[in-house]
Structures are given as C-alpha cells and as structure tokens.
C-alpha cells in the first residue's frame, strides 16, 4: 500500500496520467472529450463521467475498476500532513488540447448512497487535518458519529 505523503508532484502526474490513458482505452469509438469526476473517502469512493465522441454523440461512462484504484493511491499520496487531501477531484480531457485536474479540500463529496458518519470519522482519522482546515460540514459528520 502507498504511504501518505509520499508523491511528488511529478509522480502525482504519473499516476494521473495513468488514470487518463486507462479511462482512454475504454471508450468504444474514436473520442474528442471526456470530463469525469472522483468523489472519495477512505475505503469509499465513486466515479463517473462522459465522455463525447467525433460523431456529435456523448455517452455516460463505463469507468474502470483500475481508475478507481489509481485514483485512490493517488489521493493517499498527495496527503498533507495538517492539511488532510482532497474530496473529489475533476479531470477534463480534450483530445486536441490536453488534460487538466482540480482537487476540491473543502466541500463534501457526492455519493449516490451517503456513506456513514463514521465512514466520514474514518476518513478524518486516516487523513487528519487541523481545526482550522477541517470543514464545518466534516466536523459535524465526525461528532454525530
């Protein structure tokens, strides 16, 4: 398992960069643009996305088990100690153009089936953060469970 803290931000852009040529490979038909979305907490995690091909159709996306896990690894590898890691994340890809990333620290992520309050303490206790860089919305997760 990958220790917390322990990507560099180029080995952040590895693991990114493996996520996008997996998601990639994927697709059925030649593609011009995909955005996909990662919200997670420790042991509990979800993706989904579309993706638009040449031919003007978009489609939901069938998103590999192995993004998942790649995307996982990289959330445990850009903790901060303090400072905690990201809640979702965003990747946009434009065939043409390139891929970019944002990383949301501060809002709650967005499952489908909410997750417990103490999957949310779990989270917190696996990734701490100072009070001051704990969201209100995390601190009242974490005291209800």
Known sequence: MLERGSL???EQGEYIHKAVVVMV??????????KFRFDVLHGCSTGR???????GAWEEMKIPLQVLSVLDDLRIGMYVEDEG????????CNKAEGYT???NYKSKPIFDVEPTNETYAEDFKYFPRSPDLTPE????????A
């Open 8 to 10: 560099d931000l180029i």
């Open 25 to 34: 490979r994927s697709f059925v038909k030649e593609w011009k643009e995909f």
């Open 49 to 55: 996305g579309i993706v638009a091909y040449v031919d």
């Open 85 to 92: 890691t990201w809640f979702s994340m965003l990747i946009h």
């Open 101 to 103: 990333t944002k990383y």
């Open 137 to 144: 919305w995390l601190r009242d997760k974490i005291a209800e």
